[in-house]
């Protein structure tokens, strides 16, 4: 196969993982080339994930990409977690020193590509027929269309597969050299963005017999809902006084005085629920990082920290693979990124299953249980708020 470029990584999905990686790369001088399926545009404003914790911002802020974080972003001491009747507030920093920030990905998105354009980073957006080949081989290639039609090839000495859920990289591990480990959930998350101040001042998650539902913000004038909803539901189900009440009513609109403030909804998504990992998270010289190794629900935030963690210990290990044929931080990059992957993906199961609403009354009393203990008891308070902010790099 004839390869008309020529790079050392070629990083196939432009999402956090993918940007980051070449981010990091560069700034060791290691050269990448980025493919994406999707357009600049639609890349820089999907809307995801809110919560960067403490490690994530650590990581963006000594790369040189903290700057409109530090001005723009929201850091919060911890969370609200309630039920009928009862909120508590847990304080991540008095628990462990450690806080989170509302920064939406869309905004770490945006950072990202301002500064991969700046630096000249040859990013392919808008490919198609993206093909991998040769990863048992020390030069591996992926060939793909490009916007104009053009079928090229890209020769690498390492592929790295950060294309998300959907992306052909985990597929392309034979299937008897990995595993695949799942749990769907029987609820979807009904994802409501509208134009209003976030009535309240740091994120709510509340059980409530109709289901869950979660206050999440990312600006001082545009609030995040999610609302707990059945596997198939539909936006156009849901009316705007629908959602406002359903929102009303479980996150405890007149109890205490609090008030839930309405206003013109803008986005309306529905999100199915899943755990998925698949190991080892390396085949021969295709290295996978995010969502193309991983799903966790996202109940405890952690998706795009996640992403951001593998490739914090991606990029060291293919520094070393490529500038000096070093292969030990690559050889042990699967199981080292698996240890906080499993740590993740039980704390987004533990916080999914305790805060949502089933049909079993005896689960119900077991939730309701486990969110006394949480917010009465400083141990049960501090491993959620240790998991929750984020326990550092290389755990
Ligand atoms: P991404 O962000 O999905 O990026 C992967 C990129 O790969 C591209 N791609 C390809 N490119 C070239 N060739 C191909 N054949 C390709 N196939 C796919 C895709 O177009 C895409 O641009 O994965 P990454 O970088 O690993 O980042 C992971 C995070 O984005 C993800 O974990 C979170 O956004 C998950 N997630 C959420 N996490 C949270 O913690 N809180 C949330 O509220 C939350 N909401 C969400 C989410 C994920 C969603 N997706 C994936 C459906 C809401 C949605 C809608
Ligand atoms: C969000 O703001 O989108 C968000 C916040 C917390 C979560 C999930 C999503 O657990």
């Known amino acids: 196969m004839t390869a008309d470029l020529r790079t050392q990584v070629v990083i ?7 940007m980051l990686l070449s981010h990091l790369l560069a700034a060791d001088g290691v050269e990448s080339i980025v493919l994406e399926t999707r357009s600049q545009d639609y890349v820089a404003s999907r809307i995801r994930a809110g919560i960067l914790e403490q490690s994530t911002v650590d990581l963006l802020r000594s790369c040189g990409l903290g700057e409109r974080l530090e001005r723009e972003g929201d850091r919060h001491r911890g969370i609200y977690l309630q039920w009928p009747h009862e909120r508590h507030h847990i304080d991540f920093v008095d628990l462990t020193g450690r806080s989170v920030w509302v920064y939406g990905q869309t905004e770490v998105q945006k950072d990202l590509i301002d500064a991969r354009t700046a630096a000249g980073q040859q990013i392919h957006y808008e490919v198609a027929e993206t093909n991998l080949h040769d990863i048992e081989s020390v030069h591996p290639a992926v060939t793909f269309t490009d916007v104009d039609g053009r079928r ?6 390492v592929v790295a597969g950060c294309d998300g859920s959907f992306g052909p990289s985990r597929d392309q591990v034979p299937q008897h050299a990995s595993h695949r480990w799942e749990r769907v959930y029987p609820y979807s998350w009904f994802g409501i963005l509208a134009d209003v101040a976030p009535s309240t001042d740091e994120l709510i998650y509340a059980w409530h017999g109709d289901g869950f539902a979660l206050h999440s913000m990312r600006s001082a004038t545009v609030s995040r809902f999610y609302l707990q909803v059945p596997n198939g539901t539909e936006s156009k189900d849901w009316s705007d006084e629908r959602i406002w009440e359903a929102l009303a009513t479980r996150l405890g609109h007149g109890q205490d005085g609090w008030e839930l403030t309405t206003a013109p909804i803008t986005d309306k998504t529905v999100l199915p629920m899943r755990s998925f990992v698949q190991t080892p998270m390396r085949h021969g010289r295709l290295f996978l990082a995010g969502d193309a190794a991983h799903i966790v629900p996202p109940t405890g935030a952690k998706g795009l920290n996640l992403a951001v963690a593998d490739v914090a210990l991606l990029a060291p290990a293919l520094v070393d693979l490529v500038h000096k044929d070093d292969d030990r931080l690559a050889d042990s990059y699967s199981d080292t990124a698996l240890r906080r ?9 533990w916080m999914t299953t305790m805060l949502h609403h089933g049909q079993d009354p005896f689960d119900e009393q077991l939730q ?21 902010a984020g326990l550092p790099i290389g755990f």
Request: glycine share 12%.
């Open 368 to 388: 309701l249980s486990q969110l006394r203990w949480v917010t009465a008891s400083k141990a049960g308070a501090t491993g959620l708020a240790e998991n929750y």
């Open 12 to 18: 196939i999905g432009a999402g956090p993982a993918g």
């Open 341 to 349: 992957v499993w740590r993740c993906t039980h704390f987004s199961w």
């Open 152 to 157: 090229r090839t890209v020769r690498a000495d």
